[in-house]
Nanobody, 114 residues
Framework: QVHLVESGGGLVQTGGSLRLSCSAS????????MAWYRQAPGKQREFVAT???????NYADSVKGRFTISRDNAKNTVYLQMNSLKPTDTAVYYC????????WGQGTQVTVSS
């Protein structure tokens, strides 16, 4: 059994910053890709950023230049540094990990006030 636990969400004003963390625990041999998705009220879940085990990254156009994804393979943890936050970034943010199968965290709320 594998568990992903996110933390770091909260309420922030426009232009502010937050750092999300997601730690994987359980029967883990190796984690390949890790990623962040988000889902705003009334909208479908959308891709935010991904990082391979080797550190290659990819971002949604809407967050390029503002968000940075990173990971610590020794800690089975992925991070999302979010800067210059906008109200349109308000959503529940979900962690994803590919560990043989696909795993998701429970989500953490990020709210950006105008």
């Amino acid at each position: 059994q594998v568990h992903l636990v996110e933390s770091g969400g909260g309420l922030v004003q426009t232009g502010g910053s937050l750092r999300l963390s997601c730690s994987a625990s359980g029967r883990i041999f190796s984690i390949s890709a890790m990623a962040w998705y988000r889902q705003a009220p009334g909208k479908q879940r959308e891709f935010v950023a991904t990082i391979t085990r080797g550190g290659s990254t990819n971002y949604a156009d809407s967050v390029k230049g503002r968000f940075t994804i990173s990971r610590d393979n020794a800690k089975n943890t992925v991070y999302l540094q979010m800067n210059s936050l906008k109200p349109t970034d308000t959503a529940v943010y979900y962690c994803y990990a590919s560990i043989g199968a696909n795993y998701w965290g429970q989500g953490t709320q990020v709210t950006v006030s105008s």
